[in-house]
């Protein structure tokens, strides 16, 4: 239980240090990336705990590192993907606002 918590607790501080070094982050909620690492590194997690490879003794350490390495990756893409997809729509929601 303790191992879960830990993971946790890393993938949602790598979801908030990877919301702190994009220089666009004003366009997306506070709670989006770090809530993205959080959900693709646990359910890593919950995968890899019924996978007999981490059952095994020499390879126990996947459990944890695995996850932790994961959530941050899927942040980054989300944190690509999104900004890409939202700022044009939000400027013109902008430029709409400001005419009225």
């Not at 909620?29 to 996978?51: D, E, K, N, R, Y």
């Not at 932790?68 to 939000?90: E, I, K, N, Q, Y």
Request: a positive charge.
């Amino acid at each position: 239980m303790g191992e879960v918590l830990l993971a946790a607790a890393a993938l949602a501080a790598a979801g908030f240090i990877v919301r702190a070094a994009d220089p666009r982050r004003s366009t997306y909620g506070v709670l989006l990336l770090p809530g993205i690492s959080l959900a693709a590194g646990l359910s890593i997690w919950i995968i890899l705990q019924f996978t007999p490879v981490v059952t095994s003794t020499g390879f126990s350490w996947l459990s944890w590192a695995v996850p932790v390495l994961t959530g941050p990756a899927a942040a980054v893409a989300a944190a690509l993907a999104t900004v890409s997809r939202r700022l044009p729509r939000d400027n013109a929601e902008r430029e709409r606002i400001l005419k009225l």
